[in-house]
């Protein structure tokens, strides 16, 4: 049974998600200048970024930057930025090419809304506009320089996740364990690494305060993906809003495909009091993150 320590924090976790979800739209409606685009181009992207999604890697961003005593309106570029990357690759791996998705989000795909060559090129755009609008903010340019670094490095890495997952290359001499973790750290964990990093940047973290911030998003990186594969074998697809059960199908290397679901459920609970230590390095100001892990721990979609 839960405490009621942990369902406080569950809670607080909730709370934190949907006043940093209302936020972090606020930034991607206001600050990103959408006017310079043709109007059908504008108009994809936008459907492609705004309205809807969980948010939880910009809230990251954010929420990382205040954990480590910095200002919300230094980490709200590196937000806007990191949410461009994720949307995306969303956008991207929906499409007939890759994951061929008709939903997500609770409504039908970009490509299905505005065909695909739209689909491709708005997703294009969103990655390029990332890095325009980590070099157009506020930080100082040295910061600038190092943010799109960290970008640069997790949206790669994330690339290479994806290639081991459809198109395959992983080592073969590591066991099939070895081989999710590592499609699912690349996949999925270097952009939640990267979020957590990205926000210490801004705030100006120390060594030891990055170095806990790198540990909290390896280990949020890696619970969130596993929560995911879990998600895809008990919920439906109008729950989560995107397609479920196809996982087993197309025979992907997900966690549930090869441990027991009380072994998954294991290593949620393990990664979660990972993230957990490493938030609490950070004293107070890392409560908000113990929140988030809680939460992300026990989400059902
Ligand atoms: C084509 C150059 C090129 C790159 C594309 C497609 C791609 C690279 C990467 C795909 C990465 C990917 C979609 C990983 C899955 C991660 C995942 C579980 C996404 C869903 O995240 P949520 O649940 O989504 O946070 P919301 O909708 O809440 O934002």
């Known amino acids: 049974m839960e405490s009621s320590h942990t369902m406080n924090q569950v809670e607080d976790g909730h709370k934190l998600l949907a006043d940093g979800g209302e936020r ?5 409606a206001e600050s990103i200048d959408w006017s310079r685009l043709p109007d059908h181009l504008a108009e994809a992207a936008q459907y492609g970024v705004l309205g809807g999604g969980k948010r939880l890697r910009p809230i990251l961003v954010l929420t990382c930057c205040s954990a480590v005593s910095g200002r919300e309106v230094d980490a709200a570029a590196a ?19 890759l994951d061929d998705d008709e939903l997500r989000r609770g409504r039908p795909t970009l490509h299905v809304h505005s065909g695909e060559p739209m689909a491709i090129l708005a997703g294009d755009l969103m990655l390029a506009m990332a890095f325009g609008v980590i070099a157009t903010g506020p930080c100082p ?20 996740g994806q290639v081991y997952d459809t198109i395959g290359g992983l080592p073969v001499d590591i066991s099939p364990l070895d081989q999710v973790r590592l499609v699912h750290r690349n996949k999925t964990g270097a952009l939640i690494r990267t979020a957590c990093r990205m926000g210490g940047l801004c705030g100006g973290a120390s060594p030891e305060a990055m170095a806990a911030l790198t ?14 594969d879990l998600l895809d074998i008990t919920q439906s697809a109008d729950h989560v809003g995107k397609a479920t059960g196809k996982d087993a199908a197309l025979g992907k290397r997900t966690y549930p495909a090869v441990l027991a679901e009380s072994a998954c459920q294991a290593e949620v609970d393990r990664l979660r009091d990972k993230a957990t230590t490493a938030a609490k390095k950070l004293g107070d100001g890392g409560y908000p993150l113990q929140c988030l892990a809680e939460v992300m721990a026990v989400r059902t979609r």
């Open 79 to 97: 937000a806007t930025a990191l949410e461009l990357v994720h949307c995306f690759s969303l956008v991207h791996d929906d499409l007939p090419a």
């Open 215 to 228: 540990q909290y998003g390896e280990a949020m990186g890696l619970m969130f993906q596993i929560v995911d």
């Open 141 to 160: 340019p040295n910061v600038r320089v190092s943010l799109v670094e960290e970008l640069a490095t997790g949206t790669s890495d994330m690339v290479a």
């Open 24 to 28: 972090v739209e606020q930034l991607l």
